[in-house]
Nanobody, 120 residues
Framework: QVQVVESGGGLVQAGGSLRLSCAVS????????MGWYRQAPGKQRELVAS???????NYADSVKGRFTISRDNAKNTVYLQMNSLKPEDTAVYYC??????????????WGQGTQVTVSS
């Protein structure tokens, strides 16, 4: 049973920093791309940043230069370092992992989400 568990959210003042972590566990063959998404109240879920198994990264324009995604393949963990936070970064942040299994089709898994609130 694959589990995707986020941690590190919280309340921070504008200009501050937070670091999110997402650990994947369970029986699987390989983790491909991993990513962070966010969903603010009344808005659709959007991609914040993603990273391939080889380390190639992609960022939403709104976070470029402020957020950094990284991963530790040995720990099956992806991180999101968020600096210079703005009130508009307030959202529930979700981790996504694209997972392969031996002998059957792979699929995408989501975490339960972690709240990030940035006060002005």
């Amino acid at each position: 049973q694959v589990q995707v568990v986020e941690s590190g959210g919280g309340l921070v003042q504008a200009g501050g920093s937070l670091r999110l972590s997402c650990a994947v566990s369970g029986g699987f063959f390989r983790i491909n791309a991993m990513g962070w998404y966010r969903q603010a109240p009344g808005k659709q879920r959007e991609l914040v940043a993603s990273i391939t198994s080889g380390g190639s990264t992609n960022y939403a324009d709104s976070v470029k230069g402020r957020f950094t995604i990284s991963r530790d393949n040995a720990k099956n963990t992806v991180y999101l370092q968020m600096n210079s936070l703005k009130p508009e970064d307030t959202a529930v942040y979700y981790c996504n992992a694209d997972i392969d299994f031996a002998g059957r089709s792979g699929r995408s898994y989501w975490g339960q989400g972690t709240q990030v609130t940035v006060s002005s």
